[in-house]
């Protein structure tokens, strides 16, 4: 039981919505190996909260009364915690995606959103550090090309081509083991690759390296 428990993806919910709240909690946890480890219907309880729950996914609403998401977002990034942040919001834009992307959100979704896919895009960001759709990739290059500094010291041709292989596949979701198993490659190695990659382009997360493969395209 106790190594199930520790398999489990933990998860936190803040929203001011209580009645939402507490089905999303019911559904979450009925439905896969998932554990919701805390809720709150406000940013400012949460931070206070936060620290008492190791939180692998945190399901954020945008705009709350007590402390909304952008004060969450914005200290939970001066504490530079591991807890991946889903923001999941009826003020959902496409355009606002790479303002959520420099806030610190590794996805962003409407909460017209179906559950079953809400799951899946929890396990993807478990898993890979971060979910984009093909449509708010295409407004992140938009939004990117002209307007953002080079993250970056070195240019596209200082990468190798098992770099961009590796970078590639980051963008399509793929975790450590499915880019391990394409490029017939260890796990270990494409760490390796992810790592250097990191390096390379002055990024500090997965998020950001989908951020520099839109700025070089």
Known sequence: ???MEH???KIGIVD???LFVQL???YI???GDFQVLLTSTGGYHFLKEQDSASLDILILDLRMTNGDGLEVMAELAKKETETKIIVLSSFY???FMGQMLKMGAHAFLPKEIELEELLSVIKTVHHTGHYFSNDQINVMRTQLSNKLPEFHAFSRNELTEREI???RLVCQQLSTKEIADSLFISPKTVETHKTNL???TGVKNMAGLVIYAVQNK
Do not use: A, F, G, Q
Request: hydrophobic content about 35%.
């Open 1 to 3: 039981k106790i190594n």
């Open 7 to 9: 398999s489990k993806i």
């Open 16 to 18: 001011d919505d209580l």
């Open 24 to 26: 999303l909690k019911n």
């Open 29 to 31: 946890e009925n439905n």
């Open 93 to 95: 834009r496409r355009s």
């Open 165 to 167: 292989d590796v970078l």
């Open 198 to 200: 990191m390096i390379k």
